[in-house]
Antibody
Framework: EVQLVQSGAEVKKPGESLKISCKGSGYSFTSYWIGWVRQMPGKGLEWMGIIYPGDSDTRYSPSFQGQVTISADKSISTAYLQWSSLKASDTAMYYC???????????WGQGTLVTVSS | EIVLTQSPATLSLSPGERATLSCRASQSVSSYLAWYQQKPGQAPRLLIYDASNRATGIPARFSGSGSGTDFTLTISSLEPEDFAVYYCQQRSNWPPYMYTFGQGTKLEIK
């Protein structure tokens, strides 16, 4: 069974850095793209970016390019989403997503709630 | 960037009724369109991919249709557990392969 298990909720102050994680299991981690999706409170889904752990090929939505960094460590089957300087507007639920077909998000992590507040 | 526009924003129906949700793309996405269901406090779930194929474990009352720029998700007879928010999603057909979601349709109990 494919599982994506994300790290726990975070509470941070503006300007702080953060790295959240997503550990994949039940499949060949290097063979599926892994992406990140943001959902701000009470709002819809926004695709942030995607990485292919096999060769670290990474793509970003223009809306998130330069704002976050996506990476992966295939030795521990884990993908990451990081910020160097958080803003209050980064407060949201973040989901990692993956699937055999790169066009769709068949598998979803449970979500990581990030709260940025002074 | 391809924009997906869903309608209506909110759909109020009763259990047993038929639901028809629409997703229109700003340019052709061929058949690479998916639908997701999200219930409060839960992660979204893939329902339909390639416009008309049900994902694993999805009941037969859910069906998808369409191609090009106009797509429809139909729920033939609403069950109480179907009241949720539904999103369509596409990936562009050419590199660098960008993904977009529609803004969602909330299906609520009338």
């Amino acid at each position: 069974e494919v599982q994506l298990v994300q790290s726990g909720a975070e509470v941070k102050k503006p300007g702080e850095s953060l790295k959240i994680s997503c550990k994949g299991s039940g499949y060949s981690f290097t063979s599926y793209w892994i992406g990140w999706v943001r959902q701000m409170p009470g709002k819809g889904l926004e695709w942030m970016g995607i990485i292919y752990p096999g060769d670290s090929d990474t793509r970003y939505s223009p809306s998130f390019q330069g704002q976050v960094t996506i990476s992966a460590d295939k030795s521990i089957s884990t993908a990451y989403l990081q910020w160097s300087s958080l803003k209050a507007s980064d407060t949201a639920m973040y989901y990692c997503v993956s699937g055999l077909r790169s066009e769709y998000f068949q598998h979803w992590g449970q979500g990581t709630l990030v709260t940025v507040s002074s | 960037e391809i924009v997906l526009t869903q309608s209506p924003a909110t759909l109020s129906l009763s259990p047993g009724e038929r639901a028809t949700l629409s997703c229109r793309a700003s340019q052709s996405v061929s058949s690479y369109l998916a639908w997701y269901q999200q219930k409060p406090g839960q992660a979204p779930r893939l329902l339909i991919y390639d416009a008309s194929n049900r994902a694993t474990g999805i009941p037969a009352r859910f069906s998808g249709s369409g191609s090009g720029t106009d797509f429809t998700l139909t729920i033939s007879s609403l069950e109480p557990e179907d009241f949720a928010v539904y999103y369509c999603q596409q990936r562009s057909n050419w590199p660098p392969y960008m993904y977009t979601f529609g803004q969602g349709t909330k299906l609520e109990i009338k």
